[in-house]
């Protein structure tokens, strides 16, 4: 079966500075990953996936996640964050899209000026 | 661009309460999800369903129906709701299959069970 883990539940950064966010996946063969952000009081947006190809995926709002298939992993960065960047990620990892999809427990991120 | 509605917004139920909770659609999405949001546990899925009237049981089935009667919505009924209960219900839709799909969901309902 296939899982996520984010070791990290909550992480506080200054504005302006960088933020990495870490997400390890189980899967026995390479998986579609995703990193979804979530507002207060608001559902899931997507912010970035990784099909195939250019490990290294941009996605909305400066952020971007690298894939790593030795590691496992799916990283996501921001070189410069903004206070309206608090909120909480979580990372998500699909073998088969009609099952929908299996969700790390999340990381609340803390921006403060 | 479409939206995914959820009603109500928040839900107060009583121990032993049937409850439901709807969704829908404007995407014209084939598959819709609900899931379930726990402080610290993250999102669960409870069912699926792939087109009209077809069902699938996710990790948290036990405890829940659901119904799919039309391709717009998908409907969750807790059967009996615990006392002491709060979580938020999720409900998203997708196209499915295919590379380029995203996930798409709804704001929620808060379940209170009181």
């Known amino acids: 079966a296939q899982s996520v883990t984010q070791p990290d539940a909550r992480v506080t950064v200054s504005e302006g500075a960088s933020l990495q966010l870490r997400c390890k996946y189980s899967?026995?063969?390479?998986?579609?990953l995703f990193w979804y952000v979530q507002y207060p009081r608001q559902g899931l947006q997507l912010l970035l996936k990784?099909?195939?190809?250019?490990?290294v995926v941009q996605g909305v709002n400066g952020f971007e996640a690298e894939f790593s298939k030795s590691n496992s992993s799916f990283h996501l960065r921001k070189a410069s964050v903004h206070w309206s960047d608090s909120a909480v990620y979580f990372c998500?990892?699909?073998?088969?899209?009609?099952?929908?999809?299996?969700f790390g427990l999340g990381t609340r991120v803390s921006v403060f000026p | 661009g479409g939206i995914i509605t959820q009603t109500p917004k928040f839900l107060i139920g009583q121990e032993g309460q049937k409850l439901t909770l709807k969704c829908q659609q404007n995407?014209?999405?084939?598959?819709m999800y609900w899931y379930r949001q726990d402080s610290g546990k993250g999102l669960r899925l409870i069912y699926y369903?792939?087109?009209?009237?077809?069902?699938q049981k996710g990790d948290l089935s036990e405890g829940y129906d659901a119904s799919r009667e039309k391709k717009s919505s998908f409907s969750l009924t807790v059967t009996s709701a615990q006392k002491n209960e709060m979580a938020v219900f999720l409900c998203?839709?997708?196209?499915?299959?295919?590379?380029?799909?995203?996930?798409?969901f709804g704001k929620g309902t808060r379940l209170t069970v009181v």
């Open positions: 998203a839709s997708s196209i499915t299959p295919g590379q380029n799909t995203e996930v798409f």
């Open positions: 899967y026995s063969a390479t998986p579609y």
């Open positions: 990784y099909y195939s190809g250019d490990p």
């Open positions: 998500a990892v699909s073998s088969n899209y009609a099952q929908g999809l299996t």
């Open positions: 995407f014209n999405h084939d598959t």
């Open positions: 369903s792939i087109t009209e009237n077809d069902l």
